[in-house]
């Protein structure tokens, strides 16, 4: 079992940043793939970023690439998705999620076996 808690959202202006955090608990944190999703009232999960167990590979959505950054800290625990240049396009709940093993990068929420409860990230314009 791996309990995830999300951090670090909250009111921005477009243009803003902010950056989450996702802190790890239980099995070892280095095993797992590391995500974060988004999702709106009404629609679907939406893949944003996602690393493997040990930062070495990653991958963007197309909307946020060049814009966000994923980052990890296996020593704490901790994955990190630095947002800049935020619009109000980002504007969702945001959750991590951690996928074993931690080689593939899926960009399915069906894939990934753990979940955090989100945090809201809101882009005023």
């Known amino acids: 079992q791996v309990q995830l808690v999300e951090s670090g959202g909250g009111l921005v202006q477009a243009g803003g940043s902010l950056k989450l955090t996702c802190a790890a608990s239980?099995?070892?944190?280095?095993?797992?793939?590391m995500g974060w999703f988004r999702q709106t009232p009404g629609k679907e999960r939406e893949f944003v970023s996602a690393?493997?167990?040990?930062?070495?590979?990653?991958h963007y959505a197309d909307s946020v690439k060049g814009r966000f950054t994923i980052s990890r800290d296996n020593a704490k625990n901790t994955v990190y998705l630095q947002m800049d240049s935020l619009t109000p396009e980002d504007t969702a709940v945001y959750y991590c999620?951690?996928?074993?093993?931690?080689?593939?990068?899926?960009?399915?929420?069906?894939?990934?076996?753990?979940w955090g409860q989100g945090t809201q990230v809101t882009v005023s314009s």
């Open positions: 999620a951690a996928d074993f093993p931690g080689h593939q990068l899926p960009v399915e929420s069906a894939e990934y076996d753990y």
């Open positions: 690393l493997t167990w040990n930062g070495g590979k990653t």
């Open positions: 239980g099995r070892p944190f280095s095993s797992y793939t």
